[in-house]
T-cell receptor
Framework: AQRVTQPEKLLSVFKGAPVELKCNYSYSGSPELFWYVQYSRQRLQLLLRHISRESIKGFTADLNKGETSFHLKKPFAQEEDSAMYYCAPSSGTYKYIFGTGTRLKVLA | SAVISQKPSRDICQRGTSLTIQCQVDSQVTMMFWYRQQPGQSLTLIATANQGSEATYESGFVIDKFPISRPNLTFSTLTVSNMSPEDSSIYLC???????????FGPGTRLTVL
């Protein structure tokens, strides 16, 4: 069965510290991988997608096919990064399966 | 990108009644989706809204409970029928941006069933 695991429900870090939000997936085929973010009182929005290999707001995500992981990283956390983060693989039919989400709290 | 609006933004309904949620996209899109986010949980896909044909439902969701319409390429509705308190959730609409395969989400409809 297709499955996405985000093991941490809550991750608290201090401002300026590195951040890593974990995502492991179990998927048939080669899914496209996305990270979505939801800031307080805002709608869910795309943060980044694997195929673009881009860095958004200082975040990057590396696909490790051997470990089937797509962890989200940022070297220096900012208070404005506090939000809910969802990992979402997408099948060839463009349907997403969302992980359970990780709430990131960046402390001053 | 695509800008998506939903109506209503929230509602409180009585058990046994039905509520129709509207989703409007500011551009024509081929694929639209409906999700449910129950309290404290992640998003679960309900169905894919297909233009000109019946929606495609995910396991655990049926047309009688969640009828969906998609009359054109910019609009869709989801009806939550014969509601019970277990239907209290946030319901989200999304649309696929054809050029980038990225889904854009509406603000959600917060439904409370008493």
């Amino acid at each position: 069965a297709q499955r996405v695991t985000q093991p941490e429900k809550l991750l608290s870090v201090f401002k300026g510290a590195p951040v890593e939000l974990k995502c492991n997936y179990s998927y048939s085929g080669s899914p496209e991988l996305f990270w979505y973010v939801q800031y307080s009182r805002q709608r869910l929005q795309l943060l980044l997608r694997h195929i673009s290999r881009e860095s958004i707001k200082g975040f990057t995500a590396d696909l490790n096919k051997g470990e089937t992981s797509f962890h989200l990283k940022k070297p220096f956390a900012q208070e404005e990064d506090s939000a809910m983060y969802y990992c979402a693989p997408s099948s060839g039919t463009y349907k997403y399966i969302f992980g359970t989400g990780t709430r990131l709290k960046v402390l001053a | 990108s695509a800008v998506i609006s939903q109506k209503p933004s929230r509602d409180i309904c009585q058990r046994g009644t039905s509520l129709t949620i509207q989703c409007q996209v500011d551009s024509q899109v081929t694929m639209m989706f409906w999700y449910r986010q129950q309290p404290g949980q992640s998003l679960t896909l309900i169905a894919t809204a297909n233009q000109g044909s019946e929606a495609t439902y995910e396991s655990g969701f049926v047309i009688d409970k969640f009828p969906i319409s998609r009359p054109n390429l910019t609009f869709s509705t989801l009806t939550v029928s014969n509601m019970s308190p277990e239907d209290s959730s946030i319901y989200l609409c999304s649309a696929l941006a054809d050029s980038t395969d990225t889904q854009y989400f509406g603000p959600g409809t917060r439904l409370t069933v008493l």
